[in-house]
């Protein structure tokens, strides 16, 4: 489907639209703004339900990025006021509730990240960051329910699918999540008015919440006209499509964990790994999703469904990283990845773990460095990744879990461990 506005032409051939409330109407607003260089305000929510974002958020992020670049204006939303909720979107269970020093801190750790990839700053097309706890905090519970909880039909609340299977499932669902559908359609209307924003954004598990912020707009105004300042303007919504890999296993999470965005918890060369290390099938998506290389370069470097897709990885693993960490630290993992597998040294990107020089000199038993470096999650998987016979010292097979390590293990200041043929880390004496 062909579009009049350059950002929906953009994001359709890069695969990010699965949605919309009315894509003639949206892109022929958009149209107009870009016609006539005025930026359309377009947000995304995100919880601080964590210190760092994850790989899943990351097509939020980048469909972001497309709309600054196409002249836009985004707006990030904290939702220091709806993590004190919990969306039970795709949840079996409560989320746990935060206090507010842990919201605040986890809201410092997720602007990091955003400032990786947008442009902040007071020009008409920068980006701005907003707290939802700004208006939530102060609402009286009275005046809201009398002013905003009429327009909303318990009878269609509970047709929301994140309802509906917390009900099927027989799961707890407390009235305050059920009651976050109606705060997130009320940071529309307030983003409506604060800021003129005309367009929503989210993922496909938020396309109920999303609607439901269009309709108690245009219900709001089609009863009193308290927002119509402009001739009764009509908010929009758009959602991306739910990002799964080829085998259907959920983007942003490994065996080990979350992909996180912040370098402390996830580091750069891990990330460029786990790029490296995606399906054949998924390369060409993942690279218009989330890299920035133009739709003829990808469609020339996956042209070939063969061993010249391992190429293609590295090229989606270096670009992808260089948005989050920079282009030296892409092209520094990038160089140890090569070392690492190719020539079969140690990279100087390789995760470091530091150990006592008085606790080498002793001897540390091999499964408890595993454990210790982070490249297993236990000391009893060490021991069976041992088993398996696949970890190493020094790219050596190790057979006893026990064995110790010295000092004398050491080469040129380092020791390298291993525990599989992909994750590898230095230890070096503190």
């Known amino acids: 489907m062909s579009y009049q506005s350059k950002f929906l032409n953009l994001i359709a051939e890069r695969g990010f639209i699965h949605q919309c409330t009315d894509f003639e109407a949206l892109d022929a607003l958009l149209a107009q703004h870009e016609k006539e260089g005025k930026p359309l305000v377009a947000y995304i929510g995100f919880d601080c339900t964590a210190p760092s974002l ?5 097509i939020q992020i980048m469909i972001l990025r497309w709309l600054q670049k196409c002249g836009h204006k985004p707006i ?3 939702g220091g006021g709806t993590t004190k909720v919990g ?13 507010d020093a842990a919201i605040a801190a986890n809201m410092a750790g997720i602007k990091e990240v955003f400032a990786k990839f947008l442009s902040f700053g007071d020009g008409a097309s920068d980006a701005h960051m907003v707290n939802n706890d700004d208006w939530l905090s102060g609402i009286d519970l009275i005046a809201f329910l009398r002013d905003y909880g009429r327009h909303f039909s318990v009878n269609h609340m509970l047709t929301m699918e994140s309802v509906k299977q917390r009900l099927e499932r027989e ?3 407390s009235l305050l999540e059920f009651f976050y559908m109606v705060l997130q359609a009320y940071d529309f209307v307030e983003l409506a008015k604060r800021h003129g924003c005309r367009l929503q954004i989210g993922g496909s598990d938020q396309w109920g919440n999303i609607v439901n ?3 108690l707009y245009r219900r709001i105004d089609a009863a009193d006209g308290q927002l119509a300042t402009r001739n009764s303007q009509s908010l929009f919504g758009l959602t991306t499509p739910l990002l799964t ?17 912040n ?35 990808i469609a020339a470097l996956c042209a070939h469904q063969d061993q010249r897709m391992n190429e293609a990885k590295k090229v989606l693993a270096t670009e992808a990283t260089k948005l989050l960490h920079g282009e030296e630290a892409a092209l520094a993992a990038a160089e140890t990845a090569r070392k690492t597998f190719e020539e079969g040294t140690a990279g100087d990107a390789l995760p470091v773990h530091s150990v006592a020089q008085a606790e080498l000199e002793e001897g540390i038993p091999f499964f408890k460095l595993l454990h210790d470096s982070g490249l297993v999650a236990s000391g009893k998987e060490a021991r069976r990744t041992v088993d398996a016979g696949a970890a190493c010292l020094n790219d050596v ?12 293990d050491m080469k040129d200041g380092i020791i390298k461990i291993s525990a599989s043929r992909k994750k590898h880390a230095v230890v070096k004496a503190a």
């Open 213 to 215: 912020g269009t309709e």
């Open 87 to 99: 969306d039970p979107s795709g949840k079996d269970k409560s989320r746990q509730l935060l206090d």
């Open 263 to 297: 370098g402390e918890m996830f580091s750069p060369y891990d990330y460029w790994q786990f790029w490296r290390n995606v399906e054949d099938a998924d390369v060409e998506r993942f690279l218009l999703l989330f890299t920035e290389l133009s739709v003829e370069e």
């Open 397 to 408: 097979k190790v057979t006893d879990a026990n064995q110790k390590v010295t000092v004398a």
């Open 54 to 58: 994850h790989v899943g958020s990351l």
């Open 245 to 261: 890999t080829s085998s259907g296993a959920k983007m942003g999470k490994t065996a080990d964990g979350a992909v996180w965005l």
């Open 171 to 173: 799961s707890h669902l």
């Open 76 to 78: 990030v939303l904290m």
